[in-house]
């Protein structure tokens, strides 16, 4: 099996039709998802990705029934169907079926999506700088994690694919570094881990915000900022946190080649190390 679905309050496997072209969330993009893992038996930070996909839905205007521990316990059961071992992602979906720009709360529909995604070997990405920019909040629902607001990083990610790197540093209309068009950006300079403030032009995530306290609780020091795109040319290190791949080293900013760093490896040994014994458990 690699693909299960919770609709309708079952369980199906494959990938069913679920949304018609008069749907409100089709018309409008209205749908949001969160993302979580599940492997080695564990799925860290589940409640967490679980309550963001609520907030979010909320912030969109829809309606939603549930709550974060029934979510947590609906995807556990999922993954309990799984062979044991398998690396999972695990996506709640809200989306509303009626309304014309506005959606109807009242039409809010839920499924869960957990399919089978090796986690990627950490062997380095490169990256060079995109002329796509992260919205603000004025012009975006850049507080919740919407379908919306991929097109965008999709768009960054052709273009860095077709000047030959594999993805991309997006800069906010400030001018300042927000993210890479998948995840949450760091450097390191001097020992200092370095990411740049949520300033709500992009998700303040959930793997960031659990790195940034797993190293402050051993010492390093950790410094929310202003990050220029020199600052990331001239980094000691750099690399990208975020739930699909966990923690990541990026191997080569444009022409300049980096190599896997101190900062970079600790954090990723103290994210694994903590997701194993956090928890929660999949059954069985």
Known sequence: MTHLLYLDGKWVEGNPPVMGVMDQGFWFATGIFDGARAFDGVAPDLDRHCARALSSAAFMGMKTTQTAE???????????????GAELYIRPIFYPKDGFLVPDPDSTRFMLSIYEAPLPEPKGFSVHLSRFRRPSPETAPTQAKACCLYPISGMAIREAMDKGFDNAVLLDPDGNVAEYATSN??????????????NG????????QRVIKLLRAVGVEVVEKTVAWDDVKSADEVFSTGNYAKVTPVIRVEDRALQPGPIYRQARALYFAYARDSGPRVPG
């Not at 029934?70 to 044991?84: H, T």
């Not at 950006?185 to 949520?198: C, M, N, R, Y």
């Not at 032009?201 to 960031?208: M, Q, V």
Request: with cysteine; charged share 20%.
């Open 70 to 84: 029934e979510l947590v316990e609906i995807a556990l059961a999922g993954c309990a169907r799984f062979d044991k």
């Open 185 to 198: 950006l760091w450097l390191a300079k001097d020992g200092v881990a370095i990411t740049p403030t949520a």
């Open 201 to 208: 032009t992009f998700l303040n995530g959930i793997t960031r």
